[in-house]
């Protein structure tokens, strides 16, 4: 559109009153809004104060239930800030209006209240509840499906962890901060039988392809380009290739690179090793 368009002039305003609400506080720096976001907004407002959605249906103005339930079922899960205010209290974490509070964000029993983001298969725990929806709601944009947070003791997180740490470090898993989020570039997996052919199952697999990546999955990388060989288990004797990073060029040339070191180490596979010996 023309630079002196309606939308043109109205995308600036807004980019503007973006700025300036960062500027002064009110807007944390990692938050990008969109004005569609004031429609999210709206919706997850009438949702936490309990409308139903089939009258957020209406006031949309959505020809199916499905439609709204589709896009913003989500936060029915997500948008329950309220809800977990009086869980807090109830649990002591918060005291009652016109009560003291409780200090350092401790309960009447000296713990801490943790806020644990389900997302997808991730268990998350932050200290913060603003940090927990936050990641929540920028998962869901990323990633879509449903996600929960919940709330509970720092005991009830040591006991949710169980047998996988001991309680400081469980507890040194709980986030005082936002994750970290980077747009990576991946390529791959390419596979490799052991006499060195290429088994192909996905061809678009070889063409890189980008994604939101958080810090606390496994594909979170800072680095421009990295590279990653390895024998896959199995009597097939396969070798599995592939490269990802924050730079486009560095990851297909690293995917380059890692190809040809597949075809030096497929031979060399323990399965086909044991086999040349049987």
């Not at 590279?227 to 995917?255: F, H, I, K, L």
Request: hydrophobic fraction near 40%; charged fraction near 25%; proline fraction near 5%.
């Amino acid at each position: 559109m023309a630079a002196g368009s309606p939308y043109s002039t109205f995308y600036d305003r807004w980019m503007a009153a973006v700025k300036e609400a960062k500027k002064r506080g009110v807007l944390p720096d990692w938050k990008f809004p969109t004005f569609h976001d004031v429609r999210h907004s709206h919706v997850a407002a009438l949702l936490s104060d309990g409308h139903s959605l089939t009258y957020v249906q209406r006031r949309l103005g959505h020809e199916s239930i499905k439609t709204t339930s589709d896009r913003y079922g989500h936060l029915l899960e997500t948008a329950h800030k309220a809800a977990l205010e009086t869980l807090d209290r109830v649990m002591g974490f918060t005291s009652p209006a016109g009560a003291a509070p409780a200090e350092s964000g401790r309960g009447r029993d000296g713990k801490r209240a943790v806020y644990v983001a389900h997302l997808g298969s991730q268990r998350i725990p932050f200290w913060e509840l603003d940090h927990a929806e936050g990641t929540a709601e920028r998962w869901v944009r990323d990633h879509g499906g449903p996600v929960q947070v919940e709330a509970m003791t720092s005991d009830g997180w040591v006991g949710a962890v169980g047998g996988e740490a001991d309680a400081d470090s469980a507890l040194r898993t709980v986030r005082a901060q936002l994750p970290r989020r980077a747009w990576v570039w991946e390529v791959g997996p390419a596979v490799y039988a052991a006499d060195g052919t290429e088994i192909v199952t996905d061809p678009s697999a070889a063409e890189p392809r980008g994604r939101w990546v958080w810090d606390f999955e496994d594909a979170y990388t800072e680095e421009p380009g990295r590279q990653a060989a390895q024998w896959r288990a199995g009597p097939a004797a396969e070798t599995e290739v592939r490269a990802w990073g924050q730079d486009c060029a560095s990851v297909e040339a690293a995917y380059t690179t890692v190809r040809a070191e597949a075809l030096r180490i497929c031979a060399l596979h323990p399965s086909w090793a044991c086999a040349d010996q049987v």
